[in-house]
């Protein structure tokens, strides 16, 4: 019934349609810390992008960049100033 | 008065670059949507992909081939090899820039003993952690060493490792890496022998072809042009893929180093800065 | 293709350019220094994805990687029509690991900015100034 080229398509702009939410909810929110958990969740999401465009060099590094570094650069670099930003 | 506007002037001048740099970039998405580089997606790919594809792991014309069945791997090391060498730099310079300006003045190593005291976290965290963190040792020595053969590579190890470090970090305490040896006075030379170890594989063909032969600096396989000097591809089950397998490993080594040195430079408490600017 | 394909392929690339948009609009009229390289990441990984969108292959894909150490050269040549393009990969690997080490460069330089000055607000930092 459905194909499997339609398949990859829903699935690839559901996880971009997911990606955008994240991105929107990072950039207008005032605490900093959960901005950095939303900014992980969206490379979660892309990182599921690249899983379906059939790119697994890029799964790897990008999961562990995204997630794991970038995460913990920016909670150091919180707990070291300030953590809420006064718009 | 003038100060206020002159900022929001200024303010004003940001905002005109930034949207118009965003407009610049969906314009350039909207050029690929009505058609700008063939129609996408299409069925058939660009004909020096093709070639890519054809000659990575081509054994009946020896003279063009890249000795790896993975094709993304054979053009980050030997078909462009060159994009990496100074990928690779410019990561070292990056550490180097972030360690220059997060030192103490007169300090070489910092040891945070008897800074903090408490329970910790609570047991069950500490149980789980000690598995964690030797699988995903593990893991990531098999990302390296199979980096020609399977998914993975040198730099995809080094972050993973990384990661392994991160957890033992926050979990434990410093105080625990520090006892098991895991300073910045150790992880520097690793990264020297890493990015010094991916300099001599790429010159050593050139050196070679001071006697006499002709080759270049990055040489893989022998080609038509240069036909006397090789790598060895492998022996019987054992796959090297030329000099791939040594780059793959020293990359490890490099990129693993650096990270560590980062969250060890970042994880120092602010207590010791304000002791350490006051006393100045 | 048929028209509901057509429909999904053009709302992914809205998708993107909406990214793009938040992400400018977070760079530009966030004072916080933090949020800014935050939305500098979400630009980024925009682009990146943008380039891989462009090495696509619909239908029969697989991963352009060979199964085999001894292959035929029928094998080879199926493998050259139905592989996705690799020479995107191997570019965003690069922008991938030049990214990362912009952004950790610029929170060393952030920490040391709130240390000099106290504060991590651009509206005030630029008031300090002559």
Not at chain 2, 1 to 22: D, N, P, S
Not at chain 2, 88 to 104: D, H, M, N, P, Y
Not at chain 2, 156 to 165: D, F, K, L, M, R
Not at chain 3, 49 to 70: D, K, M
Request: aromatic content about 12%.
């Amino acid at each position: 019934m459905i194909e499997l080229p339609l398949v990859t398509e829903l699935l690839l702009a559901f996880s971009l349609t997911l990606a955008l939410i994240f991105a929107y909810l990072t950039v207008m929110e005032r605490d900093l810390i959960r901005a950095v958990v939303f900014s992980a969740g969206q490379s979660i999401a892309f990182a599921y992008a690249y899983y379906l465009l059939f790119a697994p060099d890029i799964v790897l590094a990008y999961i562990a960049v995204g997630v794991g570094i970038y995460s913990m650069i920016l909670i150091f670099a919180i707990s070291k100033t300030e953590r809420y930003e006064k718009v | 008065m003038t100060a206020t506007k002159a900022l929001e002037e200024e303010r004003t001048h940001g905002a005109i670059i930034g949207v118009g740099i965003a407009i610049l970039l969906m314009l350039t998405i909207a050029a690929v949507i009505l058609g700008a580089t063939g129609y996408t997606p299409s069925e058939k790919i660009r004909p020096l992909a093709q070639f890519y594809l054809y000659y990575a792991m081509n054994i009946f014309k020896k003279e063009l081939w890249a000795a790896t069945p993975e094709a993304v791997n054979s053009m980050v090391w030997d078909y462009r090899g060159y994009d990496t060498l100074f990928e690779t730099s410019v990561f070292f310079l990056a550490v180097i820039g972030a360690v220059a300006v997060l030192r103490l003045p007169g300090v070489k190593d910092v040891s945070t003993k008897g800074i903090f005291s408490g329970r910790g976290l609570s047991l069950i965290v500490k149980v789980v952690t000690k598995f964690i963190v030797a699988f995903i040792l593990i893991v990531a020595i098999s990302i390296a060493i199979h980096g020609n053969l399977t998914p993975g590579g040198g730099f995809q190890a080094g972050a993973a490792v990384s990661i392994a470090t991160l957890v033992a970090l926050v979990a434990f305490s410093r105080i625990f890496l520090e006892e098991r040896h895991v300073t910045t006075k150790l992880m520097l030379p690793i990264r020297v022998i890493g990015v010094v170890g991916i300099g001599l594989v790429a010159l050593a063909p050139a050196i070679i072809a001071l006697t006499g032969t002709f080759a270049f600096a990055m040489q893989n396989q022998p080609k038509v042009w240069a036909p006397n000097f090789g790598f060895p591809p492998g022996f019987g089950d054992f796959w090297f893929s030329g000099n791939q397998f040594y780059y793959n490993f020293l990359e490890f080594l490099a990129v693993g180093a650096g990270f560590t040195v980062i969250y060890l430079m970042y994880s120092i408490p602010e207590l010791i800065y304000k002791e350490v600017l006051k006393k100045k | 293709m048929t028209t509901l394909s057509q429909v999904l392929w053009i709302y992914m690339y809205l998708t993107l350019i909406g990214l793009i948009a938040v992400a400018v609009y977070g760079i530009v009229r966030r004072p916080n220094l933090i949020k800014k390289i935050i939305a500098l990441s979400i630009l980024g990984d925009t682009a990146n994805t943008f380039i891989i969108f462009i090495g696509f292959r619909r239908g029969l894909a697989t991963v352009p990687i060979l199964p085999t150490l001894n292959p035929t050269l029928e094998q080879l040549i199926a493998f050259k029509n139905t592989a996705v393009d690799p020479l995107p990969q191997c570019l965003v690997l690069t922008a991938i690991v030049i990214n990362m080490s912009v952004t950790a460069f610029l929170t060393a330089l952030a920490i040391q900015l709130y240390r000099l000055y106290g504060t991590l607000d651009v509206r005030e930092t630029a008031k300090l100034k002559g």
